[in-house]
């Protein structure tokens, strides 16, 4: 079965930079785009990037743009978000979820999320 | 950017009841609406592509109409495990965009 498990969120400081990552198995990682999405506290979802099956492409939301960056390695099934310039913003939630068959853009299986705490 | 504003934010229901959520896109998206179940402390889950076909696995009772701007998701018999709340997100454009959320409470 499809599993996406995210690692290295955690308490850092602002200014500082982290690095998550997601853990894919149970399908074939390489054929799939990737995303990561975040739900800071008691907020809404946010979409923070896209990118496709083959790494040729990568997309950002207006907020992260500049300061993440989003990247995977097909021969370790693992995506990642190295986020930089990390702010009070910043805090949420961030889940990886792997791009439908339907069409890339929708995201049909989420991991479970890892909490990024942005504080002094 | 494209705005997506969902309404009601919050809505008092009973099981059994039919419930209709709104989402309205800033300029026309065509069909390209998805729209997510997210309960605290769980993962999202996608519910509604192509605004309204029915993601494998979702009970039917959940069904998407709409095109251009304006969009609905209906529940046509809320059942105890529909108490959560719904997003919608464009996927015409980039920087693909969520709206604020509805949620379904239990009256």
Not at chain 1, 49 to 63: H, T, V
Not at chain 2, 16 to 34: E, F, M, P, Y
Not at chain 2, 42 to 61: C, D, E, M, N, T
Request: glycine share 10%; aromatic share 12%; net charge positive.
């Amino acid at each position: 079965q499809v599993q996406l498990v995210e690692s290295g969120g955690g308490v850092v400081q602002p200014g500082r930079s982290l690095r998550l990552s997601c853990a894919a198995s149970g399908f074939t990682f390489s054929n799939y785009a990737m995303h990561w999405v975040r739900q800071a506290p008691g907020k809404g979802l946010e979409w923070v990037a896209l990118i496709l099956s083959d790494g040729s492409k990568k997309y950002y939301a207006d907020s992260v743009k500049g300061r993440f960056t989003i990247s995977r390695d097909n021969s370790k099934n693992t995506l990642y978000l190295q986020m930089n310039s990390l702010g009070a913003e910043d805090t949420a939630v961030h889940y990886c979820a792997r791009g439908a068959s339907s069409g890339y853009f929708y995201s049909d299986y989420w991991g479970q999320g890892t909490l990024v705490t942005v504080s002094s | 950017d494209i705005q997506m504003t969902q309404s009601p934010s919050s809505v008092s229901v009973s099981v059994g009841d039919r419930v209709t959520l709104t989402c309205r896109a800033s300029q026309g998206i065509s069909n390209w609406l998805a729209w997510y179940q997210k309960k605290p402390g769980k993962a999202p889950k996608l519910l509604i592509y192509a605004a309204s076909s029915l993601q494998s696995g979702v009970p039917s009772r959940f069904s998407g109409s709409g095109s251009g701007t304006d969009f609905t998701l209906t529940i046509s018999s809320l059942q105890p495990e529909d108490f959560a709340s719904y997003f919608c997100q464009q996927v015409n454009s980039f920087p693909l965009t969520f709206g604020g959320g509805t949620k379904v409470e239990i009256k």
